[in-house]
Antibody, heavy 120, light 113 residues
């Protein structure tokens, strides 16, 4: 059973950089796309971006100028960096695996999420 | 970006009755080379991450009860819960993974009448 676990600071000041790591267990990062999603309290879901195990990335244009996603296959981890955060970046951040294309391609395994609050 | 809309925003259904949620995409999510719609449905309960119910618009994820079904093609889709159970109270989201940026509908809250 694949499991994902987010880790990183839960409280940031405006203008700081959000850094989160997702540790994948129960399966390899190879051959899959790995996503970061977020959900502000009481609101809907937003896709931040994804990374293939080879390192190829896609980002949401709304965040592209501030986001970097990276992968470390040797540690079975992938990471998110979001620069110059504001209160609008307060949200629960999820790391998510997408099925392989042959299996349907939809995001299937989700971490429990980590709440990040941006406040002065 | 592909904009996803859902209707209704919320609905209340009696136990054992049918619940129907509609989803529309601003452009087709049908990928003709694979003859598949890149549309998924998720269930989210309070304090939990979303759970994948349906992918390819109508394929039930392993372990999902067969009272959940998905239908539709192109730009219009439906999630049906054939006989609502107490544990189905949740927010349901449709999601397109046809093109980036991946996008979600705003959600439909399902309650017991």
């Amino acid at each position: 059973q694949v499991q994902l676990q987010e880790s990183g600071p839960g409280l940031l000041r405006p203008s700081e950089t959000l850094s989160l790591t997702c540790t994948v267990s129960g399966g390899p990062v190879m051959n899959y796309y790995w996503n970061w999603m977020r959900q502000p309290p009481g609101k809907g879901l937003e896709w931040i971006g994804d990374i293939y195990y080879t390192g190829s990335t896609n980002y949401n244009p709304s965040l592209k100028s501030r986001v970097t996603i990276s992968v470390d296959t040797s540690k079975n981890q992938f990471s998110l960096e979001l620069r110059s955060v504001t209160a609008a970046d307060t949200a629960k951040y999820y790391c998510v695996r997408s099925k392989s294309q042959s299996q349907g391609g939809a995001p299937d395994y989700w971490g429990q999420g980590t709440l990040v609050i941006v406040s002065s | 970006d592909i904009v996803m809309t859902q209707s209704p925003d919320s609905l209340a259904v009696s136990l054992g009755e049918r619940a129907t949620i509609n989803c529309k995409s601003s452009q087709s999510v049908f990928y003709s080379p694979k003859y598949k719609n890149y549309l998924a449905w998720y269930q989210q309960k309070p304090g939990q991450p979303p759970k994948l119910l349906i992918y390819w618009a109508s394929t039930r994820e392993s372990g999902v009860p067969d009272r959940f079904s998905g239908s539709g093609s192109g730009t219009e889709f439906t999630l049906t819960i054939s006989s609502l159970q107490a544990e189905d109270v949740a927010v349901y989201y449709c999601h397109q993974y046809y093109s980036t940026p991946l996008t979600f509908g705003p959600g439909t809250k399902v309650d017991i009448k």
